[in-house]
Structures are given as C-alpha cells and as structure tokens.
C-alpha cells in the first residue's frame, strides 16, 4: 500500500481553474481519478480518491438503513466529479466543486497527504481546520485514545 503523507504549498489554481499535482504523488493517484468536495469541522477542501479507494469508499456506505445508505451515498455523490490528469499532470476543477471546497481561479492551496486522499484545502481553509486541533497532544497519546476506543 503507498500512502500519501506530507504537506506541500506554494501550489495555485490557474486562470482556467486548472491544478497541478506535485510530481511525487501523480503516479500513485492515476491519470484518472475522483475530486470529492468535503466539509470538516465547518472547513471546506477538495479530496482527490484514486479510483480504487473511491470505490470502497462508497462501497463502505452501503451498511445501515436504506434512508442511512442513501443519506450517505447522495452526499459523498453529489459533491463527486470525476477527473484525469492531462499530459503536464494538471486537472480541471469545475466551478460547482470549486465554491464547494472554497476554491476559486488563482487561489493559492495547500496539498495534505492523509493517507489514501490527499486534499486541497485554500490557505484561509486551511488555516481554520489546523488551528482546530489540539496540537499540544502527542501521536502516541492520540493512538491510545483510538486503541481505548476499539476495546
């Protein structure tokens, strides 16, 4: 499994609304892949899935109720588009996504790696969801709290 990890900035959507992906992840995404327009914590970004994971994504909500399924599934969908990189490893964002991850043409933003996604998050975004956390708690502190949850 190859994961995406890191933080990359400096990156901007052009005048088109293209992207570029950083060089290092293009392979591992695929030429084609899906953008998935998420909200966290009140911060909106766009979330790149290679096809793979996308599908067991959605496969994964196909547990609970039919409303729970379909609650589900029209969420992550609709705010779904499909993607290929073109020959210079940039992407399109159309502007129903864009005002959905709070993007917009010329926009600098920064590349999360996490872990099977990476997301695009605009600087103010961005800003709001790292200030959200506590960074004060340690990773080995934060893995005992998943690890108590589990038992």
């Not at 990359?8 to 327009?37: C, H, N, Q």
């Not at 899935?49 to 109720?65: A, C, D, K």
């Not at 599934?73 to 502007?95: K, Y």
């Not at 934060?142 to 690890?147: A, C, H, V, Y």
Request: aromatic share 12%; hydrophobic share 30%; net charge negative.
């Amino acid at each position: 499994m190859h994961l995406f990890v890191g933080t990359l900035d400096g990156y901007k959507l052009d005048s088109k609304g293209r992207l570029s992906i950083p060089t290092k992840w293009r392979e591992r995404l695929g030429k084609e892949f899906y953008m998935v327009a998420v909200t966290v914590r009140g911060c909106r970004c766009l979330t790149l899935y290679p096809v793979e994971h996308f599908e067991l994504t959605y496969e994964s909500m196909q547990h609970g109720t039919e409303n729970q399924k379909y609650d589900a599934t029209t969420s992550f969908l609709d705010n779904a588009e499909e993607a290929v990189l073109d020959a210079q490893g940039r992407f399109t964002v159309n502007q129903r996504l864009k005002e959905a991850a709070g993007l917009s043409n010329e926009s600098t933003v920064v590349f999360k790696g996490k872990g099977k996604v990476i997301e695009i998050w605009n600087t103010d975004e961005y800003e709001k969801i790292f200030n959200s956390y506590d960074h004060s708690q340690g990773i080995y502190d934060l893995m005992d709290k998943l690890k108590g949850n589990d038992e």
